[in-house]
C-alpha cells in the first residue's frame, strides 16, 4: 500500500515544483548568456538575470516548504483526511509516505540545482574549460577515502533532511491537539521542539564531552568518522522518535474538525 | 451478529457532550435514517464509526472490530463535504479508488458517471459543487461495501439531483450491506428508509423501523419528527 500512496503523493508535489525547475533552468541560461564570452558585459542586464536566477531558487525553497507543511497538514488533519483517513492503509504507511516524498523532492531539488549551476557553466563558456580538465589528475585525488567521505556526507544530508521535514510532521500534529488556533499552537510545537533538541544535545555532552572538542580539531578521517557517525544516529533517533509522536497521535487522539 | 454494535458511546468536545452513552445495534439489509436537527451528533456518530473521532468513552463494533484498518477495507463513507483532491480527474478518481479498495467496481462507477453526463477529463477543481457531491457519491456507491455511511449526501443539491441521489443509493447497495443516511431532510428520503434513528443532543431518542412508524402510529416519518423536534 506504501506503494500505492507514493504514486499519488508524488505527483501531487511534482505539479507545482517541476514547472518551477523548467523556469529555474530557464533563468540559468539567462544568466549563462549574460556572463557568457557572447555578450557585451552590459552589468545591469548581469545583475538583473542573476536576481531573476536566485529569485526562482527561493521560490522553489519556499514552495517545497509550504507544500511540504500543505501536504501533510491537508491530506492527514485537514479536509482530504476525510478521504485519506479512511483508505484501508496503516498510519505509518501514511507518514511513511509523506517522507519519503518529501525527501525525494529535495533531492531532486538538488540536482536541479546542480543541472542549472551546469547550463550557468555551459552557456557561460565554463564548459570549455570544464572538458579540458585533467581528469586523470582529478580521479588521482579521489582515493577510497574521499568516495566514502562523499557517501557519509550525502546520508548526513539526506538524514539531516529528514529530520528537518518530521519535526515539521511532529508539529503539525502536536499544535492539531490543540481546541482552536491549531497553526499558532503548530509553531509553539514546532518552537518547543527544538528546544527539545537541544536539551538532548546538551545532554548528549555530558555523558560525551570529547565530541564538542572534537568538531573544532578535526584533523584526519578517522577522527571525523568519530563525529559523523553519531550525528547521523542521533538525527536517526529524532527521525524515529518525531515518526512515532505523529503515528501515536493520528491513531489514538485524531479528532477532525 | 449484528453488523454494527454501538456501545454506550460518549464523545466530548471540551464543554460540549456530542454523544451520549449512544447505545445501538444495526443489522444488514437495511436503510437506516440517521435524523437529527443540526448539530444533534449525526456526523459525530458517522465520523466515530469511521475512525475520524476518538471516543470519549464506549466503543464501536464493526463485523465484531474496532475501526481500524479491516473495517474500513468494508465501510463506504460519503462524507458531508469534498475530500477528494480537487486537481485531480474523473478518471484518475477511478484509478484512486480502485487501487486502495477491492471491493471497488470501475464498471459501475464508469456506467453511472457517464449517466450524469460527467466529462471524466475534468479535474474536480473544474466542476460544480452538485456534480463533485454527485461524483464522490457514485464512486462510493460502486464499491459493494458492506456498510455504506452518508452523511448528508442529499444536502445541497436541487431536487432532480436529490432524485437521482437516491436512486443511485437504492439501486446499487447489496443485501448484505446497511446504509446509513444521515440528513434533517426527511420528506426526502423517508420513502427509502427501512429504519430509523431519531438523536436530539447526542441521545437517541428513537430506534423504530418506518413501516411500524407508518402502520401502528399512522404518521409519515416526517410527520413524526416535526412532532418529536418540536420547538
Known sequence: MLGKLLK??????????????????????????????????????????????????????VMAIVLIIQRYKNSLLGDEAYFNMVLPVSTSQHIANKLISALIWIFLTGVAALVTALIIGLFGGAFFEFIHINWNLVLQQITGNA???????????????????????????????????????????????????????????????????????????AQFQMIMIPAILISVAFIAVYFLVCKVLLEKRLNLA | MARININNLTKQFEHVTALDDVTLELEAGQIVGLLGPNGSGKTTLIKLMNGLLTPTDGNILIND????????????????????????????????YEDFFEDFNRAKAEAMINDLGIDPRLTLKKMSKGTKEKLQLCLVMARDAQVYLLDEP????????????????????????????????????????????????????????????????????????????KC
Open chain 2, 154 to 229: 442529499i444536502g445541497g443539491v436541487d431536487p432532480a439531483t436529490r432524485d437521482y441521489i437516491l436512486r443511485t443509493i437504492i439501486s446499487n447497495y447489496n443485501e448484505n450491506a446497511v446504509v446509513i443516511i444521515s440528513t434533517h431532510l426527511i420528506a426526502d428520503i423517508e420513502s427509502v428508509l427501512d429504519d430509523v434513528i431519531f438523536i436530539r443532543e447526542g441521545k437517541i431518542v428513537l430506534h423504530e423501523s418506518a413501516e411500524m412508524i407508518r402502520e401502528e402510529k399512522e404518521e409519515s416519518i416526517d410527520q413524526l419528527f416535526r412532532e418529536v423536534f
Open chain 1, 8 to 61: 499519488y503523493e508524488i505527483p501531487a508535489l511534482g505539479r507545482k515544483l517541476v514547472p518551477l525547475y523548467i523556469a529555474w533552468a530557464a533563468a540559468a541560461v539567462f544568466l549563462g548568456l549574460m556572463i557568457g564570452p557572447l555578450q557585451g558585459k552590459s552589468e545591469f542586464m548581469i545583475v538583473i538575470s542573476a536576481l531573476l536566477y536566485t529569485g526562482v531558487a527561493t521560490a522553489i525553497f
Open chain 1, 147 to 221: 568516495i566514502l567521505l562523499f557517501i557519509e556526507i550525502l546520508i548526513a544530508i539526506f538524514v539531516s533532511s529528514g529530520k528537518t521535514v518530521m519535526q515539521i510532521y511532529a508539529a503539525i500534529t502536536i499544535g492539531h491537539q490543540a481546541k482552536s488556533h491549531t497553526t499558532l499552537a503548530s509553531i509553539g510545537a514546532y518552537i518547543g521542539i527544538l528546544i527539545f533538541e537541544s536539551l538532548i544535545g546538551r545532554l548528549f555532552l555530558v555523558f560525551y564531552p570529547a565530541f564538542e572538542k572534537m568538531t573544532t580539531q578535526i584533523s584526519d578521517y
Open chain 2, 65 to 96: 472490530m474496532e475501526p481500524g484498518i479491516e473495517t474500513k477495507k468494508i465501510v463506504a463513507y460519503l462524507p458531508d463535504r469534498n475530500a477528494l483532491p480537487d486537481y485531480m480527474t474523473t478518471d484518475k478518481l477511478i484509478n484512486l
